[in-house]
């Protein structure tokens, strides 16, 4: 499907706040209200807004500790890695990619000692054979987050 610039600029304010009402979308991009609903209907339709959620709000995402972590994991394992990382709440995303490591995975814990504590468990992961982690100091920019979220 092609979104056009108008679109574009919805799901943005969408993301920043998806139970913002219709008459307000409909002046920040200066369209009727109906031109609004019927986009929101049609990109639902489309399947380019699969499902809405709940962001936490701006002090609980600023008591977390965030971290990145690389797994490096045997080709065979790898299912199984996948499952055992779904089971850990703290898992946030995970991501196959290219370069050092075969997964990148975001992680949220609310105290050091608890990220502490979950690397361990990473690292005994059956499969896992390296792990390399980044703590998140600050978040420059975060267009799905309250914490971040850009607004008009």
Same mark, same amino acid.
């Given at each position: 499907m092609k979104l056009d610039?108008?679109?574009?600029?919805l799901l943005g304010l969408l993301q920043a706040n998806a139970r913002e009402p219709a008459a307000t979308l409909a002046r920040r991009?200066?369209?009727?209200?109906?031109? =609004? /609903?019927?986009?929101?209907?049609?990109l639902e339709r489309e399947g380019v807004? $699969? +499902?809405? +959620?709940?962001? !936490? +709000?701006?002090?609980?995402?600023? $008591? $977390?500790?965030?971290?990145?972590? +690389? !797994?490096? /994991?045997?080709?065979?394992s790898a299912a199984a /890695?996948?499952?055992?990382l779904e089971r850990l709440p703290e898992?946030?995303? /995970?991501?196959? =990619?290219?370069?050092?490591?075969?997964?990148?995975?975001a992680l949220?814990?609310?105290?050091?000692e608890q990220l502490n504590s979950l690397l361990d468990q990473l690292g005994q992961i059956e499969g896992v054979h390296q792990t390399h982690t980044s703590v998140v100091l600050s978040r420059s920019l975060d267009r799905r987050s309250a914490v971040g979220a850009a607004r008009d």
């Amino acid at each position: 499907m092609k979104l056009d610039d108008t679109d574009r600029h919805l799901l943005g304010l969408l993301q920043a706040n998806a139970r913002e009402p219709a008459a307000t979308l409909a002046r920040r991009l200066k369209i009727a209200r109906t031109t =609004v /609903v019927a986009r929101i209907a049609r990109l639902e339709r489309e399947g380019v807004i $699969a +499902g809405y +959620g709940v962001r !936490l +709000g701006r002090r609980l995402e600023q $008591a $977390a500790v965030r971290a990145y972590c +690389g !797994l490096s /994991v045997n080709a065979r394992s790898a299912a199984a /890695v996948i499952r055992a990382l779904e089971r850990l709440p703290e898992v946030e995303e /995970v991501s196959a =990619v290219s370069g050092q490591f075969d997964y990148v995975v975001a992680l949220r814990c609310e105290t050091p000692e608890q990220l502490n504590s979950l690397l361990d468990q990473l690292g005994q992961i059956e499969g896992v054979h390296q792990t390399h982690t980044s703590v998140v100091l600050s978040r420059s920019l975060d267009r799905r987050s309250a914490v971040g979220a850009a607004r008009d």
